[in-house]
């Protein structure tokens, strides 16, 4: 999630059915089934597909995490 959607979309803009108690709203860990076959390691070691991971823990990743919208709320207003 980009980090200034807060920001550019306060809590006012959603829609009326979403209110504090289905924010508030969560599962518990034991309420969500994972079958073994599709449960991650833990560690990150293994892709659920068996595939090799992409990078060792140990190397720098470079990677964009902000997707920029606060520029597509400007551009679109």
């Known amino acids: 999630m980009d980090s200034k959607l807060p ?3 306060p809590r006012k803009h959603f829609l009326d ?3 504090d108690d289905w924010i508030t709203d969560t599962l518990s ?6 079958p073994p076959a599709l449960d991650v390691d833990p560690n990150g070691s293994e ?3 068996g595939e090799p991971p992409m990078w060792t823990a140990g190397e720098k990743v470079d990677r964009w995490n ?3 919208l606060d520029q ?3 551009d679109s207003a």
């Open 7 to 9: 920001s550019l979309f």
């Open 17 to 19: 059915i979403v209110d």
């Open 29 to 34: 860990d034991d309420e969500i089934e994972v």
């Open 47 to 49: 892709s659920p597909t």
């Open 66 to 68: 902000d997707l920029g």
């Open 72 to 74: 597509w709320a400007k």
